[in-house]
């Protein structure tokens, strides 16, 4: 019905067509078929520009089509960003027309699935042997997952997220979803250990070099870093225990159970030679392997992994003898540990066939001398036996004697002391002799105190002799070459010698070699016999005289013994009497200098009293008022006047100085002699009613003594100048 309906329609459409095209004219004919072709050509252009706009140009997917912007972005980032939408996504022109229309008059929100990619699409590029395109058609991966006939799409893997075509690292679990990885720090993706870009391999199953990927440093070319991740992990390289074997023998990461996981701590499955209850019967803290040996420790470390259990055996700040010997299994066999003494021989055969040959026999024990853990023995070892010959300046015995040679390998004394012993046999000294002739082997230190034994009359002399270096040979005879060469030189090493003084010849000419060296009593005498000898402390020269300095300074030297005379006379007026010299006579010092030498005139004076110059003056006191030493002879006197005032207080107000009379009370108290009962003739005598020295005013008893006639005038009177004025 619809066909015949079709059928009818053409036929009148041709029928009007001809029919309208016979009707028109020539000229109109041309202007029609002109538009005609005109049109069809812009047909024909606006159609290839839409088909090429929609098929070719990417522009219609990613900019014109708002639904798909994300989808641009993401593909303008991919590594697909050369590569056209058709190339991959294929559809029919119908499909192309659809979406159009459901766009333009629906306005979706999103766009439903079109143009899914097809496994084919990816294979035409990466699996056309095209050097432009990664070749994957000979990995493990794609050949397990692509060419084993399986229903997997590429996209499966390579679009979780659209246009980004680098797997998820949990990608793997889509499929796998019933594997694990159980074991700590395997946070790696599962191409990390299984490479699925590893060429020729038709399997995925991990390699024993997979594992040292993260383990052994090493990063192979067909692992990049943008498909699997590494982590910083410890290495185990071929160097370490269980290095060159496959990783699968011991650790099974899959394994839930963890004894099951790491077999590797079941070494009896792969060393069952060596019988378990052979160790525990040596030691039973060695029955575990794991103590001693260190899955993937260095092969170095397990001949020093001892150490960890036994710490006391490693050095510190020394090497003992033990780690001298670069690793414990050499005394110690592995899983026997036990070492025994003899086992020495095994390796110093030479030093025991040496040791051997000499006595006594507890030389020929080595653990008498070494001990396996403690530093290697020093000469000081010996002491443990010989400890008689012990506290010397030798303190190691080795620097004399060869350990392993006895007395046989005694060393000379010149290897160490050349110098020492080229003097004593080509110098000055009369000592050509053994070294032993002096010093004793085992106490070589010590031996100026040995020279008595040849010298023994300057030893005697020397022994009394002070100070206590001159008890000692070797303050002046230097060891090894023994003679002075001059006595002047020799002194003056430790005696700075002055310069200037009045004895400049040979030290010798004062004091005697190898005895007490100060000079005698008469030892001046010796040459100053015209000198007088005073007695007492001056008698001996040195009490005045510094030997070593001039004459001329001895005076000045008084003030070493007599400090406080001098320093009182040095406030002596005049000059002379700050030397003691211008009172004391040199050389006779108990023979004094009269005063009178020089105070004539007041010697003179005073000579006509009771008084003499030693009464009033002490000559090394300073120079205060005489009249304070008053006192001392007129105690009573002076105590009277105490309190008078300061004129009456001081003696020297009425008595004059080298004359002592008493000076008239008219010079101070000439207004009294008119005045009141002083006028009277009897009165006129100041002494007769006033005691010059006494305190206070006559009273009645003293007026009676001249006026006794008058006792018993008004006699309850207390004094008389109460009503008898004298002002």
């Known amino acids: 019905m619809v066909r015949r309906l079709i059928d009818w329609v053409e036929t009148k459409w041709r029928r009007g067509v001809a029919n309208r095209w016979a009707a028109m004219a020539p000229s109109r004919r041309k202007t029609v078929a002109w538009t005609a072709a005109v049109a069809s050509l812009l047909l024909i252009v606006g159609g290839w520009r839409l088909h090429h706009y929609v098929r070719v140009d990417e522009r219609f997917c990613t900019s014109s089509c708002h639904l798909m912007t994300l989808v641009g972005q993401n593909w303008q980032t991919s590594a697909h960003k050369k590569v056209r939408c058709d190339d991959c996504h294929k559809m029919s022109y119908a499909e192309d027309l659809r979406l159009i229309w459901v766009t333009v008059t629906r306005n979706p929100t999103k766009v439903g699935k079109h143009a899914a990619v097809d496994r084919s699409r990816c294979e035409s590029c990466h699996m056309s042997s095209d050097p432009r395109w990664i070749q994957v058609s000979d990995t493990a991966g794609h050949r397990v997952h692509v ?61 024993p070099d997979d594992c040292q990927r993260c383990h052994g440093g090493s990063k192979p070319l067909e692992r990049p870093s943008r498909f699997a991740v590494t982590r910083p992990a410890e290495p185990v390289t071929p160097a370490m225990i269980h290095g060159e074997l496959p990783c699968k023998l011991c650790h099974k990461p899959h394994v839930k159970d963890a004894a099951k996981r790491r077999t590797g701590k079941d070494c009896t499955r792969c060393h069952n030679v060596i019988p378990p209850n052979q160790i525990a019967n040596v030691n039973p803290a060695h029955d575990q392997c794991g103590l001693c040996h260190k899955a993937h420790s260095s092969k170095v470390e397990l001949a020093q992994s001892c150490a960890r259990c036994h710490e006391l055996a490693r050095p510190h700040v020394i090497n003992t003898t033990a780690t001298l010997h670069g690793s414990c299994a050499t005394c110690h066999k592995p899983h026997l540990f036990k070492a025994a003494p003899t086992d020495c021989i095994t390796c110093h055969q030479k030093r025991y066939e040496e040791i051997k040959q000499w006595g006594p026999a507890a030389h020929a024990a080595c653990g008498n001398c070494h001990s396996a853990h403690e530093p290697p023995p020093t000469g000081a070892v010996c002491n443990n036996c010989h400890s008689k010959h012990e506290g010397h300046r030798h303190k190691d015995c080795t620097t004399c004697h060869n350990p392993h040679k006895g007395r046989q390998g005694l060393q000379p004394c010149q290897n160490c002391h050349a110098g020492q012993s080229q003097a004593i046999t080509t110098g000055p000294a009369a000592h050509k002799a053994e070294c032993t002739s002096c010093h004793a082997p085992h106490a070589p230190s010590g031996a100026s105190a040995r020279c008595g034994g040849c010298h023994a009359q300057q030893g005697k002399l020397a022994s009394s002799a002070r100070p206590a270096q001159h008890q000692q040979c070797s303050s002046c005879h230097k060891p090894h070459a023994f003679s002075v060469p001059g006595i002047q030189e020799t002194c003056a090493s430790c005696h700075k010698l002055p310069s200037g003084g009045a ?53 000045r030297q008084c003030n070493q013994c007599h400090s406080g005379q001098t320093a009182a006379s040095q406030a002596w007026k005049p000059a002379q009497h700050k030397g003691c010299p211008g009172c004391h006579r040199q050389h006779n010092v108990s023979v004094k200098t009269p005063c009178s030498s020089c105070h004539a005139a007041q010697a003179g004076a005073v000579t006509k009293t009771k008084h003499t110059c030693m009464s009033c003056h002490n000559p090394h006191q300073a120079p205060v008022a005489w009249w304070s030493t008053c006192q001392s002879c007129h105690k009573a006197e002076t105590a009277q006047v105490q309190g008078r005032g300061a004129t009456h207080s001081s003696c020297q107000a009425c008595h004059k100085p080298h004359k002592f009379s008493r000076q008239s009370c008219q010079a101070c108290h000439n207004q009294m002699q008119d005045l009141g009962a002083h006028a009277n003739k009897g009165h006129k005598i100041c002494g007769s009613c006033h005691n010059t020295h006494a305190r206070g005013l006559p009273d009645r008893n003293r007026c009676l003594t001249c006026h006794k006639d008058r006792a018993n005038h008004n006699p309850d009177a207390k004094t008389c100048w109460s009503c008898h004025l004298f002002k």
């Open 147 to 207: 060419l084993s006939n399986t229903r997997i799409q590429c996209v499966d893997c390579h679009a979780s997220t659209i246009h980004q075509l680098v797997p998820d690292k949990d990608i793997c679990k889509k499929c796998h979803d019933k594997i694990e990885v159980f074991d700590h720090g395997m946070e790696v993706w599962c191409v990390s250990c299984h490479s699925f870009l590893a060429p020729g391999m038709t399997s995925l199953k991990p390699r």
């Open 503 to 555: 004895h400049q010849g040979p030290c010798q000419k004062c004091h005697k070699p190898h005895g007490p060296p100060g000079v005698g009593s008469g030892g001046c005498a010796n040459c100053h016999n015209n000198v007088p000898r005073d007695s007492g402390k001056h008698r001996e020269c040195s009490s005045c005289h510094a030997p070593h300095t001039a004459a001329a300074q001895a005076a």
